[in-house]
């Protein structure tokens, strides 16, 4: 129980001796009444001619001291203190920025010396080179790049001609054309019902049809119909050649002829 008692009077000061205004109150107390703690505390009681509470209320007993001064004073310190605080910080930030602001006004109008003009023009000469020397190094670039375009170019321009030269030199192996040529590949109806086939198929993709027997594709290439180009890569390209063209365009003067 006095365990419990003792606890509660310990939590009752510590939350009076923590609280902004009971603490406030206290020193503003210890302050305006200095002499009875000074009496208290360090004066002995044979300098006296009375024992020290007669003599504290004989000598130092006031209300005005005791109560109403150290109240009065911790009102003050709690509620006009901070406002004067608060003025006086926003006064000091207010006289800062006007003088930087002032400061900043009178470097913009301040004109420069001959030393800072002479190193602020040499970094501007210093950055016009280098922007100068980028420049020039795209420029180079660029005529490299567009070096090796027209070098490409004309590669493919020799290799598209070497390619239809080489067309051109391939197809003089059926370079000439008669009505018997037509006739002859006609009276073989197997070989002749899939002509049309190959034809289309030749101009379309330049490759056999995938279903064309390989003796029939022989038997065009052999008979000179049909020639092949083969590139650099192994790639190969079949066409008509001036024999195949003939047969082809009497196969389609014949589809449209009256007569049939």
Known sequence: MIDEIKKSINSILYERVSSPFYGTL????????????YLTIFVDQDKLDKNKIDFIIENYYSINSLIILPVISTLVLLTV??????????????????????????EGKQLLTL?????????????EDSFDKLLDRKNEE??????????????????????TS????????GSSYSMGDYNE???????YDVFEQIAKSLKDSSQFPKDID???????LVNEIVDVDEDAWGSRAYFLTFKG????????????????
């Open 214 to 220: 390989e003796k029939i594709k022989e038997y065009y």
């Open 185 to 191: 590949l006609k009276s073989n109806k197997k070989l």
């Open 81 to 106: 203190i901070p406002f004067l605080t608060n003025g006086a910080y926003w006064l000091d930030l207010k006289f800062k920025t006007w003088r930087v602001n002032k400061k900043n006004q009178i």
């Open 26 to 37: 206290i020193v503003s107390w210890l302050i305006i009444n200095w002499r009875i703690s």
């Open 245 to 260: 063209e003939g047969i082809y365009k009497e196969h389609f003067n014949n589809t449209f002829r009256p007569e049939n």
């Open 115 to 127: 030393e800072q003009s002479i190193i602020l023009r040499t970094e501007m000469r210093e950055m």
């Open 166 to 173: 080489k067309r051109l030199t391939r197809s003089g192996k």
């Open 142 to 163: 660029i005529k490299t790049l567009k070096t090796e375009l027209d070098s490409k170019r004309v590669i493919n321009s020799d290799n598209t001609k070497t390619k």
